[in-house]
């Protein structure tokens, strides 16, 4: 499964983004994590395919959103309130195969597809 994420971009604090990722196939759990400089990878949300259901990390809970397109293979991530702490690349990953284990869902292991990354800059 390839996976193409885009939207990133210079914005201000306290502004919005939208970050998508485009899947050549379907995937059954779709997620998106982050990474600044020096700090590991972060989750941030993840959505099934089948039935919705949503998981999102501590960090950004109320402020970004997760929203799917069945129909066209690709996801979003709607961020809020973006805050300069949120600078980061963020990267769109996918789960193809294999259960769908919720308590799974933040560990970047789960995944079996990447996109490439997009980097992210908020500004104060």
């Known amino acids: 499964v390839q996976l193409q994420a885009s939207g990133g971009g210079l914005v201000q604090a306290g502004t919005s983004l939208r970050l998508s990722c485009a899947a050549s196939t379907r995937t059954y759990v779709m997620g998106w994590f982050r990474q600044a400089p020096g700090k590991e990878r972060e989750f941030l949300a993840a959505?099934?395919?089948?039935?919705?259901?949503?998981n999102y990390g501590d960090s950004v809970k109320g402020r970004f959103t997760i929203i799917r397109d069945n129909a066209k293979n690709t996801w979003h991530l709607q961020m809020d309130s973006l805050k300069p702490e949120d600078t980061a690349v963020y990267y769109c990953?996918?789960?193809?195969?294999?259960?769908?284990?919720?308590?799974?869902?933040?560990?970047?292991?789960?995944?079996?597809?990447w996109g490439q990354g997009t980097q992210v800059t908020v500004s104060s």
């Open positions: 959505i099934a395919y089948s039935g919705g259901s949503t």
């Open positions: 990953a996918g789960r193809s195969t294999g259960r769908v284990v919720f308590s799974a869902w933040p560990s970047a292991q789960f995944y079996d597809s």
